[in-house]
């Protein structure tokens, strides 16, 4: 298990952009489990929406991202690099993320070839899914 500062070492992103608390199960360039604690103080949850607190899909996303970052990056051949975002496809949102959530981030490297990378990402709260997609990944 890795805290969020381990996460620091391997992912470029800061608090408040880091969206990773803790990563609870990881195989370098294989798969990655990590997970978010939404609280009311998250910086996105005063504008969006006022009243009726949602994470942004963008967000829900962005974290799934930054997991699959982290079980690409834990490989010795990508140390110290950076993992860019490529491209996004057959994203799907199920139900709202709220503050009190433990978002469970589930991404599998389904394809790897030289700098590039594909992964299938899950969300999920309380067992059921919030949203998925896959995530094409650029290493620099």
Partial sequence: M????EIMKI???RPPFLLLDRIVEIEAGKKVVAQKNLTINEPFFA????GEPVMPG???VEALAQAGAVALLSQAEFKGKTAYFGGIDQVK?????????????EVEIVKLKGRAGIGQGVATVDSKKVCEG????MIG
């Fill in 11 to 13: 992912l470029p992103h």
């Fill in 93 to 105: 949102f199920r139900q709202k993320v709220v503050p009190g959530d433990i978002l469970r981030l």
């Fill in 134 to 137: 896959r995530l094409t990944f």
């Fill in 58 to 60: 963008v967000l829900i």
């Fill in 47 to 50: 504008g969006h929406f006022p």
């Fill in 2 to 5: 890795l805290d969020v500062r």
